[in-house]
């Protein structure tokens, strides 16, 4: 599992809030380009909604995470692109509705500072399944 795929583990499917507050605050870059179908946001705008629209709202789990490409850029492995798809289902905190979703996304991960950090996300999510 790549980089990206593990801090989505970190970030939303798992229970520990603290622990997915902490991943995005450490492992997201100040500087990161994010667009989340067609929706520029800076990264403190989707740290935001990933704790106050995703997690609040919803239970996730992830179904799969496949590897399409992964490209590294550095002999040691620390900096590069990974473009991935993702199966998840969420389930709503108040109604209990479930959704199977997945998404199509390409990652750029650089090392700075001895610490690998998102640079930038370009995803494409769809509702499969409710």
């Known amino acids: ?8 583990m970190r970030a939303l ?6 622990v997915a507050i902490s991943a995005l605050a ?6 990161a380009q994010i667009n989340i179908n067609g929706n520029c946001l800076t990264p403190t705008l989707f740290r935001e909604v990933i704790t106050s629209q995703f997690r609040d709202v919803f239970l996730a789990r992830v ?8 490209i590294l850029l550095n002999p040691e492995g620390t900096t590069g692109v990974v473009a991935q798809n ?4 969420t389930k709503g905190k108040a109604d209990g509705q479930v959704l199977v979703q997945s998404a199509t996304t390409i990652v750029q991960v650089e090392e700075q500072n001895g610490k690998k950090v998102i640079m930038s996300i370009f995803e494409a999510q ?3 399944e409710q």
């Open 1 to 8: 599992m790549h980089y990206h795929a593990c801090l989505s």
């Open 13 to 18: 499917f798992q229970e520990d809030d603290a």
């Open 26 to 31: 450490d492992e997201l870059s100040e500087d």
């Open 63 to 70: 179904i799969s995470i496949t590897d399409l490409n992964v």
């Open 86 to 89: 993702s199966k998840y289902e």
């Open 126 to 128: 769809t509702v499969d």
